[in-house]
Nanobody
Framework: QVQLVESGGGLVQAGGSLRLACAAS????????MGWYRQAPGKQRELVAV???????TYTDSVKGRFTISRDNVKNTVYLQMSSLKPEDTAVYFC??????????????WGQGTQVTVSS
């Protein structure tokens, strides 16, 4: 059973930085895509950033230039470096891993989430 465990959330002032980590129970080589999503109170969960097994990164517009996603295949961990944080970045951040099976199935795995709160 795949387990994803997020860490690194917390309370930070606007303009500050945090680094989130998502540690997988197994090798992340098996995941085609890994990413970070967030959900603010009363809002839908949204994509923040994803990274493919080949290293291609995609970001939502609101975090471009401020957030960086990376993966460490040795540590089986995906990171989200967040800088110049804004109060609107406040949310629960979730890690997601996706595997595309040869038969066409898609398997998604989610972590439990970590709270990020940015004070103004």
């Amino acid at each position: 059973q795949v387990q994803l465990v997020e860490s690194g959330g917390g309370l930070v002032q606007a303009g500050g930085s945090l680094r989130l980590a998502c540690a997988a129970s197994g090798s992340i080589f098996s995941f085609n895509v890994m990413g970070w999503y967030r959900q603010a109170p009363g809002k839908q969960r949204e994509l923040v950033a994803v990274i493919t097994s080949g290293g291609t990164q995609t970001y939502t517009d609101s975090v471009k230039g401020r957030f960086t996603i990376s993966r460490d295949n040795v540590k089986n961990t995906v990171y989200l470096q967040m800088s110049s944080l804004k109060p609107e970045d406040t949310a629960v951040y979730f890690c997601k891993a996706t595997t595309y099976a040869p038969g066409g199935e898609t398997y998604d795995y989610w972590g439990q989430g970590t709270q990020v709160t940015v004070s103004s």
